[in-house]
């Protein structure tokens, strides 16, 4: 009987760490971190406190553990995809494609995946800019991969500067979690025209944007050489 009984302990306890786990990630999306206590945690997920901290130490502890706990599928994926993209030097369509196989993962690939996602997408937009957990969050889990797509689009634009490229990307990675937390200012912006919730035309409209942007780096060589190699 005590056999039968262990998975059921195990399946129990894991149910409620992702419990935890959510409802945190959706009270520190909404609040942010300093204005959310463990007891407001514990109280919405209906858990005693006694679990945070066995589980995760602190209110530190848990909040970097929201932080990283979507992140190595994301990673996983967006590696997977530079093992197997088609890269073509100087073209439009492979920056396009590197764009998208970037963002993606962070939006989903089905509408549950979407959902599942959103709050976690306003969380990494509350905190993009906050020094304190930038060594956290962003040097350890998303430079690594961060820099092998700037070394993957320094392959297409071969002519490109690599410092302008880091520039590139750095513009495009602060577009993209603003415009996917669905903060709604598109929406007034544009009298309603446009919607923060639209997802699928957010992304194609910010890849579009950026495509240029990376294009843009591209240094083209000087008349004179042209005339020369003409000739």
Known sequence: MSKLQKPTRRTDGLNTLNLILDTAERLFAVDGYAAVSLRKITGQANVDLALVNYYFGSKEGLFKQVLARRVDKMSAERLAYLEHAQLV????Q?????????????????PEE?????????LIALVANSKEWQDF????????????????FARVIPDADRNE??????????????????TGRIDRLSYGACRSDDLETAMRQLINYTAAGFLSCSRPKPASEGAQQCA
């Open 89 to 92: 030097p100087r073209s439009e």
């Open 94 to 110: 492979s920056v396009i494609d590197l764009l998208e196989g970037f963002t993606r993962p962070i939006i989903g690939h089905t």
């Open 114 to 122: 979407v959902a599942e996602l959103r709050n976690y997408r306003l």
């Open 137 to 152: 969050i962003f040097r350890e889990r998303y430079d690594p991969v961060a820099i092998q797509f700037i070394d993957a």
């Open 165 to 182: 490229l880091c520039w590139a990307f750095s513009f495009f990675l602060g577009s993209m979690v603003n415009t996917l937390a669905e």
